[in-house]
């Protein structure tokens, strides 16, 4: 009888010491949809910084001195996130940064 505890001890321990694993799938999933797009604007040596602002104006809708601000980033890091949404809003606010041959990307 002795022998059987220890036997069975040792399973516990052993059990007990091993990691669960949790399926993860649903969340991922979840996380995929919530995952905002993100238009980024690379910097160019082809632009005036008016055409930029002028052209984040326009493709964002955002006030003057938001636009200066996202051209200066992109000026002096050389890429910027200029806007955050849903895949379909990042493609309708590219095409509008594309009309005048802007660098841009879309990642998820």
């Not at 964002?60 to 996202?70: G, I, N, Q, T």
């Not at 890091?77 to 895949?87: L, T």
């Not at 606010?93 to 041959?101: D, K, T």
Request: charge should be negative.
């Amino acid at each position: 009888m002795l022998i059987t505890d220890s036997l069975l001890f040792s399973a516990a321990v052993e059990k007990k010491s091993q990691p669960e694993v949790e399926v993860l799938t649903e969340v991922e999933e979840e996380e995929a949809i919530d995952t905002p797009w993100r238009l980024i604007l690379y910097d160019d040596d082809f632009h005036t910084f008016d055409e930029v602002i002028n052209q984040l104006i326009k493709a964002l809708a955002c006030s003057l001195p938001k636009a200066e601000e996202l051209t200066l980033k992109v000026h002096y890091e050389g890429k910027a996130i200029v806007y955050e949404g849903s895949f379909e809003e990042c493609l309708k606010r590219n095409a509008v940064l594309q009309e005048i041959q802007l660098i841009t990307e879309i990642k998820g």
